[in-house]
């Protein structure tokens, strides 16, 4: 039995840090989904895409704006070097692009055009966590919130965004549940939390807003989504479809599926 607490807040915000989104280019399913794996272990590291190609990958850059984009050189370095170049005619500023490839001799091509970093093939733990970490130290987000303050009075209360499991709306207020069980609540509609929180919470259903990141099961017959280590099923509705596919289109594009 979940233990439920609530309290109830008026809406704050405070500035806590923020999380790097990051996308892979690379043709091979299987290695970015063990690359993804990898990643898992850095909390401020969050997943929004891969894409096969240069042009696909552009398209992916332009369309979701990641901090850091992984690139697997291949066999076509020239192409993706190209790339580089060409975000310059659409961006004020590229993402980091970090390069792998299972040799060396690309890496002063790859730093002279750009590219943040270089990872030999297969990626090392101690390669990933050093990138990671410089990456910390040199490029720090300290622009936007990822910790929502509820306050009422001179009570403040300091909300993970990374503990919130969803949001629901109950009348006027909007209830969040947190990973450990809890509930907290606060007067303030869940339209007013849709445009503060980060962009892996999407709006699936009038009353409740999701966590992508604890997303484990979608499933269309019943229009519920599951989520990760809980017995929470939550509706979405057809005017929200259309967010749904595209977390569907993200969520298995990496995914080892196994065909009937």
Known sequence: MQFLLKWTYYLGISILGMDYSYV??????????????KLQEYEDLYYTGSAADVDEGINLILKVLPDLVIVNLGNQPSQMFGMVAELHQYLERNPLLIAISTTKNLAYNAIKSGFYDYWLFPTSEFEIRKTVFKIRKQ?????????????????????????????????????FFMRDG??????????TFEGLLPKNFIRIHQSYILNTKYV????????????????????????????I?????????NAIRSLN
């Open 182 to 191: 809890k509930r907290i609540s606060a007067y303030k509609t869940l339209k």
């Open 216 to 243: 484990s099961r979608i499933n269309f017959g019943k229009s519920t989504c599951s989520l990760r280590n809980s017995d929470y099923q939550l509706p979405f509705s057809k005017s929200y479809r259309d967010r």
């Open 24 to 37: 892979i280019i690379n043709t091979d399913a299987t290695f970015n989904l063990q690359l993804q794996l």
């Open 139 to 175: 490029v720090p987000k300290e622009s936007l919130p990822t910790t929502l303050c509820l306050k009422t009075y001179n009570d403040y209360h300091y909300l993970d965004t990374s503990e919130i499991l969803y949001l629901k709306a109950d009348n006027n207020s909007t209830d």
């Open 245 to 253: 596919d595209e977390l569907k289109t993200l969520l298995s594009k």
